[in-house]
């Protein structure tokens, strides 16, 4: 397995976000983080991409600890958070020369080429960041996190805000990236982890209530409704 997730818990105060999360992903998956907004999605991802710490509970990336093993851990992962961490006053091939710098990469103009390449930026990169489209700012935010070729990538709502293009292009994206690693993206649309995921992790009120595959998915409606009495969970 790439990652595996042990009893991972997170409080704020006194409520619990996080509330003994466990699972594992293994390479090739695409797996869907699905919740509704405040189910404690975005605190799992930054727990896993080691943003923040976690109450209790063990994360391994490549058999790693990533508490015990931050920067070993973390060589081996790429995030994109909510909120994408662009300069929007760079150009966007200064900011992947400045990503692979903080990475250290010894065949930085390879693998900057290479990431422009898969992400599709080539007619966009030499624009000011602050000058690019949302798809295309997702794209660079993108490659900021697979520059380094990890093995585990973690993405935080990659799709909100884009047009159903924007999407397309995005989920065409994501299916190549994962021939050669584990992706989990988090997302509130059941339709959307529905069209390209392997597998689903459904968190409800900070509990992981689903571990699903793909031809499964289906059945997740009812559940939701049952766990929550809202209407169809689209």
Same mark, same amino acid.
């Given at each position: 397995?790439?990652?595996?997730?042990?009893?991972?818990?997170?409080?704020?105060?006194?409520?619990?976000?996080? *509330?003994?999360?466990?699972?594992?992903?293994?390479?090739?998956?695409?797996?869907?983080?699905?919740?509704?907004?405040?189910?404690? *999605?975005?605190?799992?991802?930054?727990?896993?991409?080691?943003?923040?710490?976690?109450?209790?509970?063990?994360?391994?990336?490549?058999?790693?600890?990533?508490?015990?093993?931050? $920067?070993?851990?973390?060589?081996?992962?790429?995030?994109?958070?909510?909120?994408?961490?662009?300069?929007?006053?760079?150009?966007?091939?200064?900011?992947?020369?400045?990503?692979?710098?903080?990475?250290?990469?010894?065949?930085?103009?390879?693998?900057?080429?290479?990431?422009?390449?898969?992400?599709? $930026?080539? *007619?966009?990169?030499?624009?000011?960041?602050?000058?690019?489209?949302?798809?295309?700012?997702?794209?660079?935010?993108?490659?900021?996190?697979?520059?380094?070729?990890?093995?585990?990538?973690?993405?935080?709502?990659?799709?909100?805000?884009?047009?159903?293009?924007?999407?397309?292009?995005?989920?065409? $994206?994501?299916?190549?990236?994962?021939?050669?690693?584990?992706?989990?993206?988090?997302?509130?649309?059941?339709?959307?982890?529905?069209? @390209?995921?392997?597998? @689903?992790?459904?968190?409800?009120?900070? *509990?992981?209530?689903?571990?699903?595959?793909?031809?499964? @998915?289906?059945?997740?409606?009812? $559940?939701?409704?049952?766990?929550?009495?809202?209407?169809?969970?689209?």
């Amino acid at each position: 397995m790439i990652i595996q997730v042990e009893n991972l818990s997170k409080k704020y105060g006194s409520q619990d976000v996080v *509330k003994q999360v466990s699972f594992a992903i293994a390479p090739g998956e695409i797996v869907g983080f699905l919740g509704l907004n405040g189910a404690g *999605k975005s605190t799992t991802l930054k727990m896993l991409a080691g943003c923040i710490p976690p109450d209790q509970g063990h994360i391994c990336i490549q058999g790693i600890d990533l508490l015990r093993h931050p $920067l070993e851990a973390k060589s081996h992962l790429g995030f994109l958070p909510e909120e994408n961490p662009l300069y929007g006053e760079m150009y966007g091939i200064e900011y992947l020369n400045y990503t692979a710098d903080l990475y250290l990469l010894k065949n930085k103009r390879a693998r900057i080429e290479e990431t422009i390449r898969q992400t599709g $930026l080539q *007619k966009e990169i030499h624009k000011k960041i602050e000058q690019l489209s949302k798809g295309y700012k997702q794209r660079l935010g993108i490659a900021q996190a697979i520059i380094h070729q990890p093995d585990l990538l973690l993405l935080d709502e990659p799709t909100s805000g884009l047009d159903p293009n924007q999407i397309e292009e995005i989920h065409q $994206l994501l299916v190549e990236l994962s021939k050669d690693k584990a992706i989990l993206f988090s997302s509130h649309t059941l339709s959307e982890v529905a069209t @390209i995921c392997t597998r @689903i992790l459904f968190i409800h009120q900070g *509990k992981l209530v689903a571990d699903l595959p793909r031809n499964e @998915i289906i059945d997740l409606n009812t $559940l939701f409704k049952q766990l929550t009495h809202h209407e169809d969970y689209t």
